[in-house]
């Protein structure tokens, strides 16, 4: 079992800043990767980046230079800095990891639950 919690979302000014927290506990191995993923509504999910456990990034292009991912590996935790948010950010955030729950476990992967970013303008 895994548990993915999720904080720091809320309502925020255009322009503001957020920072998002997904903590990870329960049966683990190894995370390989972790990743926030965005859904507005009407719309597909979307990743916004993503981060291994090496510290190689990956971001949604047009995000780059205001989103940054970051992980803090001794505590299974990944954040998300938004700086400069527009309203079309708004969405639901997901937390996402691939992870093996033991050493001889295949990845799997997990979602948090989500949590609102709305954006003001």
């Known amino acids: 079992q895994v548990q993915l919690e999720e904080s720091g979302g809320g309502l925020v000014q255009a322009g503001g800043s957020l920072r998002l927290s997904c903590a990870v506990s329960?049966?683990?191995?190894?995370?390989?990767?972790m990743g926030w993923y965005r859904q507005a509504p009407g719309k597909q999910r979307e990743l916004v980046a993503s981060?291994?456990?090496?510290?190689?990034?990956n971001y949604a292009d047009s995000l780059k230079g205001r989103f940054t991912i970051s992980r803090d590996n001794a505590k299974n935790t990944v954040y998300l800095q938004m700086n400069s948010l527009k309203p079309e950010d708004t969405a639901v955030y997901y937390c996402?990891?691939?992870?093996?729950?033991?050493?001889?476990?295949?990845?799997?992967?997990?979602w948090g639950q989500g949590t609102q970013v709305t954006v003001s303008s």
């Open positions: 329960g049966t683990i191995f190894m995370i390989n990767a």
């Open positions: 996402n990891i691939e992870y093996r729950p033991r050493t001889w476990s295949s990845s799997l992967n997990y």
């Open positions: 981060i291994t456990n090496k510290g190689s990034t």
